[in-house]
């Protein structure tokens, strides 16, 4: 219990969470926490966004296959609007539920993402160095 309320007390005065190393697959992700540093804020902003998008896409697909058989009275019967209205509804379901943390997608492409910007940052990097020395 000692040793939780100190964690805690780092964390409130600020100096985990500047030491914080993300996770992948249970380990620490040095790679990803070097990404992190070369990448813009505003770059990691998008790339987050864009990697939720894609899950919530990828959750549309699956939802809207798990609804198209259901037939019957209520919300998901064969009513001439029926089609439209579910459409919505499993759009609206998937985006919501990508934005709660999804099945796990959204954070894999999110570190591709990242990982892939920040290579090309250091690709950039190594090609300006070699123009300067030739």
Do not use: C
């Amino acid at each position: 219990m000692q040793m939780q309320t100190s964690h805690a007390a780092s964390i409130h005065n600020g100096a985990l969470a500047k030491a914080a190393i993300p996770s992948f697959n249970g380990h620490p992700d040095y790679d990803m926490m070097n990404a992190l540093a070369k990448v813009s804020p505003t770059a990691q902003t998008k790339a987050k966004a864009t990697s939720q998008d894609f899950e919530a896409m990828f959750l549309n697909s699956m939802f809207s296959q798990m609804t198209s058989g259901l037939q019957g009275e209520g919300p998901y019967g064969s009513t001439t609007g029926t089609g439209v209205w579910r459409s919505m509804l499993t759009e609206q379901y998937s985006k919501s539920f990508a934005q709660a943390g999804g099945v796990g997608i959204a954070k894999d492409v999110y570190r591709t993402l990242i990982l892939q910007q920040a290579n090309r940052i250091g690709q950039a990097q190594i090609g300006q160095t070699q123009d300067k020395q030739a």
